[in-house]
């Protein structure tokens, strides 16, 4: 199983990003990888070790801010689609000559 937990943190005041920064360190301790900015993903063994993913998650939490888990089976975390867009590079690597005018 994976948990994922989508989180939206204030990061306003110093005291909100000192949060912020901790909560991000508590989750990389404590072995998720960041999906994206604000998505970190953990594998977990069974439902057993899920409920006690959610509950330290719980502990650690900031006091302010939106936090969400979700956890899905393997099998659906695979059905997952990732669409990549074109990455745009000013880098010419080409031969050709480039003449601007």
Known sequence: MRVLVFFDLP???EENRKAYRKFRK?????????????????????????????EKVHKNKPEEGLIQLLSVTEKQYAKMDIIVGESKSEVLDTDERLVIL
């Open 26 to 54: 508590f989750l990389l301790k404590s072995g998720f990888m960041m999906l994206q900015e604000s998505v970190y993903c953990k594998l977990a063994l069974n439902g057993s070790a899920v409920n006690a993913i959610i």
């Open 11 to 13: 990061v306003i005041t």
